[in-house]
C-alpha cells in the first residue's frame, strides 16, 4: 500500500487566498483526521470523519476552514481566506475501525507558508 | 492549562546513554497511551502502545504508565543515532464512540555519536 498520500507537499501563498490541501486515505481505512502542527502548539486535531461524515470538528479554528470527504478515498481542507497565522504543517491520517489502541498512520504533510 | 503536558526540549544525549521522556496528563479518563516518533520533515509513526500501569518492553524501548500519578514515560536503552527524532505521546479516552487521540507537543531528541 502506498500509505496516506498528500498533495501538495509544499505550499506558499499570500494572505488573502484560498489554500486547499488534499489527502487521500489508505484504502479500506473507516477514519481521516486532520492535524495541523506547530512548534508553539504541537500537533492539534481539526477535524475528523468517520465513513465520510464528518465526527468531530470542533478543533476547526474558525470559519475560514472547512473540509470536505466526498468518497472514501479522498478528502479536502480548505483556508479561504488564509491569514500568515495559519501557517504550519498539516496532516492527514487515517485509520480502520477496531483498533483498540487506535494506531492512526500519518501522511508525509503539506507544509503552508502564508505571506 | 493543557490536558496532555510534554516539556519539547531539545534533549541530547551521547550515543549509548538511556533517554527518559515524560508526559504528565490531567484527564483520568484517559485510559489508552501512545508513544509515536516523528522524524525530521515526516509524519509521526505509532512506536509503542500501553493500557494498564505498569511496564511494557520493546527491545529498547520501555513504555511506563503510573495511572495514580497521571505520568507516562519512554526510556530508551543503549541509544543510537537513527533515535534522534521528536517523540510524541498520546492519549485517548474509550473505545467506543470517542474516536480522538490527544497529543503533546513533542520532545525533540538527539543522539550524539
Known amino acids: 500500500d502506498a500509505g496516506v498520500i498528500q498533495s501538495p507537499r509544499h505550499e506558499v501563498t499570500e494572505m488573502g487566498q484560498e489554500v486547499t490541501l488534499r489527502c487521500k486515505p489508505i484504502s479500506g481505512h473507516d477514519y481521516l483526521f486532520w492535524y495541523r502542527q506547530t512548534m508553539m502548539r504541537g500537533l492539534e486535531l481539526l477535524i475528523y470523519?468517520?465513513?465520510?461524515?464528518?465526527?468531530?470538528d470542533s478543533g476547526m479554528p474558525e470559519d475560514r476552514f472547512s473540509a470536505k470527504m466526498p468518497n472514501a478515498s479522498f478528502s479536502t481542507l480548505k483556508i479561504q481566506p488564509s491569514e500568515p497565522r495559519d501557517s504550519a504543517v498539516y496532516f492527514c491520517?487515517?485509520?480502520?475501525?477496531?483498533?483498540?489502541?487506535?494506531?492512526?498512520?500519518f501522511g508525509p504533510g503539506t507544509r503552508l507558508t502564508v505571506l | 492549562q493543557k490536558e496532555v503536558e510534554q516539556d519539547p526540549g531539545p534533549l541530547s544525549v551521547p550515543e549509548g546513554a538511556i533517554v527518559s521522556l515524560n508526559c504528565t496528563y490531567s484527564?483520568?479518563?484517559?485510559?489508552?497511551f501512545m508513544w509515536y516518533r516523528q522524524y525530521s520533515r515526516k509524519g509521526p509513526e505509532l512506536l509503542m502502545y500501553t493500557y494498564s500501569s505498569g511496564n511494557k518492553e520493546d527491545g529498547r524501548f520501555t513504555a511506563q504508565v503510573d495511572k495514580s500519578s497521571k505520568y507516562i514515560s519512554l526510556f530508551i536503552r543503549d541509544s543510537q543515532p537513527s533515535d534522534s527524532a521528536t517523540y510524541l505521546c498520546a492519549m485517548r479516552i474509550s473505545n467506543f464512540g470517542n474516536e480522538k487521540l490527544t497529543f503533546g507537543t513533542g520532545t525533540r531528541l538527539t543522539i550524539i555519536p
Open positions: 470523519f468517520n465513513n465520510n461524515v464528518p465526527i468531530d
Open positions: 484527564n483520568s479518563a484517559f485510559q489508552y
Open positions: 491520517a487515517s485509520n480502520k475501525r477496531g483498533g483498540v489502541y487506535l494506531e492512526q498512520f
